[in-house]
């Protein structure tokens, strides 16, 4: 089993949708959880930052952390066509300056 | 504000040649410091941190090396590319127990 699983997609939804984004990770001591959207030929662009379980938000942006499910989610509001890009999750089990586990992200399409 | 910078931003390579990527990162002292490669399908992997001048950590064995010879400097280097060397790399900073931020990425083909 990997640690991080991820599924790729694609994705395609309708300008104006809500997206639902998930991770599904293995390793309990993971305690940090990070989302990054890069968009083509791009480096990776940090979207949310979060610690142990819970909810944040930013703009249309909620991320979600199920530490005893092992699962996390990344929410987008009212999505755009410039929202359209691949999404990764990352973790780690120390503080995020060490190795970051990534996901293989999901390539999400909003259509206007 | 801090900025991290790579080049070159794309480079085609034969197969045996030797390589080097540079990064530097702007705005901030002593970073952690990564080196990450995205290949297709795959996924990130990260395959050399630094925590400073000097010192390096590799994660995945394999002909590639990196250097860090000043404090906002970090180098991936090999003597030898091969084919599976191809991929996009990428350079990342933190701070101490801070979120990665990342380069724009060199995309490497290996011919």
């Known amino acids: 089993q990997k640690e991080v699983e991820q599924d790729p997609g694609p994705l395609s939804v309708p300008e104006g949708a809500i997206v639902s984004l998930n991770c599904t990770y293995s390793?309990?001591?993971?305690?940090?959880f990070m989302w990054y959207r890069q968009y083509s030929r791009k480096g990776p662009e940090l979207l949310m930052y979060?610690?142990?379980?819970g909810n944040k938000e930013d703009g249309r942006f909620t991320a979600q952390v199920d530490k005893s499910s092992k699962y996390i989610s990344l929410f987008i509001r009212d999505s755009q066509p410039s929202d359209s890009a691949t999404y990764l999750c990352a973790m780690s089990v120390g503080q995020a300056g060490t190795a970051l586990i990534f996901g293989k992200g999901t390539t999400l399409s909003v259509s206007s | 504000s801090q900025t991290i910078h790579q080049w070159p931003a794309t480079l085609v390579q034969p197969v045996g040649s030797p390589l080097s990527l540079e990064c530097t990162v702007e705005g901030t002292s002593n970073p952690n410091l990564y080196w990450y490669r995205q290949a297709a399908g795959r996924g990130l992997q990260l395959l050399f941190y630094s925590v400073g001048i000097g010192q390096i950590s590799s994660e995945v064995p394999q002909n590639l090396s990196a250097s860090r010879p000043q404090d906002r400097q970090f180098i991936l280097s090999s003597k030898k590319l091969l084919l599976s060397d191809s991929g996009f790399y990428l350079c990342?900073?933190?701070?101490?127990?801070?979120?990665?931020?990342f380069g724009p990425g060199t995309r490497l083909t290996v011919l």
């Open positions: 390793n309990s001591a993971f305690q940090y």
């Open positions: 979060t610690y142990s379980s």
């Open positions: 990342a900073w933190s701070v101490v127990g801070g979120e990665q931020f």
